[in-house]
């Protein structure tokens, strides 16, 4: 949008509305001058001339009159445009960005969503699925306001408020061995499979709590493949080319030709978390903050924000 075009189509429709120049620059707040200067520069841009002055005053001419209904909307947008960017600089009405992990998706991003929803009807809420590694980085850059990742700990200036606990599954092929023995099934029993693991550099605290749940039990990992998503983990087991350790949530996707079997103990997951960056906390982090107390209060174990290192 070209603004010094916009503005001079202000400047034509006070004149026009005012039918003096006098009149019409003290409205604008101009001297008379300037604003002449600039409708003749507009009459110069369009190639036309739009007003006349008569005895009577100032009126548009022909191509004046009909160029005045889009100078109204035009007026009236960038009167818009210029409120909506007063709210965003004070920080009010701006549209909320989240992050999401794929496991989240489910459960807690549609209360949180709604929630804001009702709060702000106003404002637009996007969603950008995200593993946690990239969605720490844009909430460092700036690019979400929120997002529900998987971690343990905070690294200022990026802050967690967990929202519940979680518990590992495994994942296995329909058919595969492993489904007739017991259930819950012992962790041990997965040794001798080849498992589907993500890259620990997509979230490092959740592949550190897989590996760590394996060593407990007595074995390391026979990783057969890393994959780069955690539906690509699913699509693999469903395809038979492996078992996977996934969260819970991740169960409520129902992907077809993968049956999940909980795990004796059970076994912690790392849970999903709020996240959001300390050094450019605004208004849809702080109402995000008050509504995740109201939909997932704090369970034993569960520590609030400012209570992580």
Partial sequence: MDFRLVRRLGHFLAVAEEGHFGRAAARLGLSQPPLTAQIQALEKELGVRLLERGGRGTRPTRAGEALLPLARRLAEDAGALEALARELRAGRHAPAAIACVTSALLEELPPLVRALSAARPEAAVSVREMDTADAMEALRRGEVDIALLRDDRARPPIRIRPLGDDHLLVALPEGHALLAAPNPLPLALLADEAMLMLPRSISPAYADAMVAACHGAGFAPRTVREVGSAMAQLGFVSAGLGVALVSSGM???????????????????????????????????????????????????????????
């Fill in 251 to 309: 169960a409520r996707l129902r992907p077809p030709g993968v049956a999940f079997r909980a795990l004796a103990g059970p076994i912690r997951a790392v849970g999903v978390a709020l996240a959001w960056n300390a050094e450019r906390e605004g208004e849809v982090t702080s109402l995000a903050l008050s509504l995740v107390e109201e939909l997932f209060p704090a369970a034993p174990g569960i520590h609030g924000a400012g209570d992580l290192p």
